[in-house]
């Protein structure tokens, strides 16, 4: 049975890494994955550490003709994780195992900067030097990057059959907020919103992961949440916000529309279901406006599940095992 290795930071909080266990642990059929960790959470040192042994991790299943995989599968966002990966994809050429690189991250294009730029023409020879099958989430990535990088092919991030909607009653009035603490994601701002919008609705509360502390009482801070209270939250809240400065396919929106949960997200994220609600970025009027409206009138949840179903782990699998066998026959 062919096996394709997954390469990232799996062990890390945040999307990417929910994406590589997803695929990990449900790989196309007739396939085995196995997740190897380059990254930990600490001081660059202990970054540059865990880097180091998964490159010494990977040579040794390189040379080994039992565990040696078929595909080297990597998960990347933009800056030094690229310049990390680059490395893994260079011993999986000189092996003569095909690698993908899957880019993850919303803020690819700006770090490449234009066409021309010397990282765009420094990633585009590496890729092809490497010989790398290049994977990005949506259409619009597609289209930022591949004249930046060369041919690249759209692939979806995958909900977790885990992740389903039940048929119980939202609870009132109540905003949800899953990230990690990074100013990208918008607390703040998402705070500042709610501060508004309670004066109107004085009942409203909010959940937010990522934060320990909050001044205010109606504020719920969880830190990072395990993913059954993930699941638990998006099954019973009102009203997903999703703020951020950029994504690259932010997984929590998907996984909210699986489960029924509106959202309202900023119009920095691109390329989502057409029922994500989307407003400018930072613009306090219009994210009070659209918040009050959308708890004042909910769209019916029928029609936010039907809408992830092409996002499902088993539509998405048949496009990897597609990709993953054609890389195959490329190199026999």
């Not at 970054?47 to 299943?61: I, N, P």
């Not at 918008?186 to 320990?212: D, W, Y």
């Not at 009050?292 to 990897?320: C, H, V």
Request: aromatic share 8%; proline share 6%.
């Amino acid at each position: 049975m062919p096996k394709v290795l997954h390469i990232g930071p799996c062990d890390s909080p945040g999307g990417m890494a929910n994406v590589m266990r997803i695929l990990t642990e449900h790989p196309p059929e007739g396939w085995e994955a196995e997740l190897l960790s380059s990254h930990v959470e600490g001081s660059p040192w202990a970054k540059w550490r865990a880097y180091r042994r998964a490159r010494a991790a990977l040579a040794k299943l390189l040379n080994d003709a039992n565990r040696r995989p078929d595909i080297v599968h990597l998960h990347t966002a933009a800056d030094w994780s690229w310049w990390r990966k680059r490395r893994f994809a260079q011993m999986a050429h000189k092996a003569g195992v095909p690698n993908i690189v899957h880019i993850h991250s919303g803020q690819f294009d700006t770090w490449l900067g234009a066409p021309e730029s010397r990282r765009s023409r420094a990633m585009s020879t590496d890729l092809l030097k490497f010989e790398s099958f290049t994977v990005v989430l949506n259409e619009y990535w597609k289209l930022e990057l591949e004249s930046r990088i060369g041919k690249v092919q759209i692939i979806n991030n995958p909900v977790s059959p885990m992740i389903q909607a039940m048929d119980t009653r939202r609870d009132s009035s109540h905003l949800l907020l899953l990230g990690r603490n990074d100013p990208v994601k918008g607390h703040e701002f998402a705070i500042k919103v709610c501060q508004q919008v309670r004066k109107s609705i004085p009942n409203l509360r909010v959940t937010m992961s990522g934060i320990q502390h909050s001044p205010h009482d109606w504020i719920s801070c969880v830190g990072w949440v395990d993913e059954s209270e993930k699941l638990r939250l998006l099954q019973t809240a009102t009203l997903l916000l999703v703020p951020s400065e950029f994504e690259g396919q932010p997984l929590v929106v998907l996984e909210a529309l699986t489960c029924g949960l509106q959202v309202l997200a900023s119009d920095r994220i691109f390329s989502v279901p057409q029922s994500v609600v989307q407003v400018p970025f930072q613009d306090m009027d219009e994210w009070v406006i659209n918040v009050q409206d959308m708890l004042e009138t909910p769209k019916p949840s029928s029609i936010l599940r039907k809408q992830a179903d092409s996002f499902s782990i088993e539509n998405t699998s048949k496009k990897w095992l597609n990709h993953y066998s054609s890389l195959l026959v490329e190199h026999e």
